[in-house]
């Protein structure tokens, strides 16, 4: 049973016991990326084809910007043994081990992402901004995601 099926955590919160200011909350967050992303340009694949090939590093300075903000906070939550205050997780470090799995998906994902000029998140926030040819790309995200999961059903 997965947690959004009822299952709880021992804080009793699981998929039908959430906060209620849960999904507005993660409505707010997905706001506020999809603004960044329009007002740095990031939202836009040409700006993205552009850093990838050396000629304008604003993405550099967008992403150091995030990693600026989020990486103490990240840094001091995992240590603080608190609870995340609408969900009752403990905040604790989710390691992935450098493995296949992580190298191929990388590679893949840089493929598209090089080919394409945007990435999942990126996509979203360029149809709000009026980019409607981008809806091919995210069509694409979602059958390749539906096609690996096949491919490793019938691989496994």
């Known amino acids: 049973m997965s947690r959004d099926e009822g299952q709880t955590d021992s804080a009793g919160h699981g998929g039908e016991g959430r906060h209620p200011l849960f999904m507005p ?10 603004v960044g992303l329009a007002v740095s340009r990031m939202a836009r694949p040409e ?13 550099l300075f967008v992403m150091g910007g995030a990693a600026l903000v989020a990486g103490p906070v990240f840094h001091l939550a995992t240590r603080s043994g608190g609870r995340a205050p609408l969900t009752g997780r403990v905040y604790e470090l989710r390691r992935k081990t450098l493995d296949s ?16 000029g945007i990435c999942p998140g990126a996509a ?22 539906y096609g690996q999961g096949v491919a490793r059903e019938f691989l496994d």
Do not use: H, K, R
Not at 25 to 34: I, K
Not at 47 to 59: A, H, N, P, T
């Open 101 to 116: 799995n992580v190298l191929l998906g990388g590679v893949v994902f840089g493929v598209g992402w090089g080919i394409s």
């Open 47 to 59: 700006v993205v084809l552009d850093f990838l090939q050396f000629e304008d590093f604003g993405l």
């Open 124 to 145: 979203y926030a360029s149809v709000g901004i009026g980019n409607w040819p981008i809806l091919a790309g995210i069509a694409g995200m979602f059958v390749g995601a």
């Open 25 to 34: 909350l993660v409505l707010l967050g997905g706001f506020v990326f999809g």
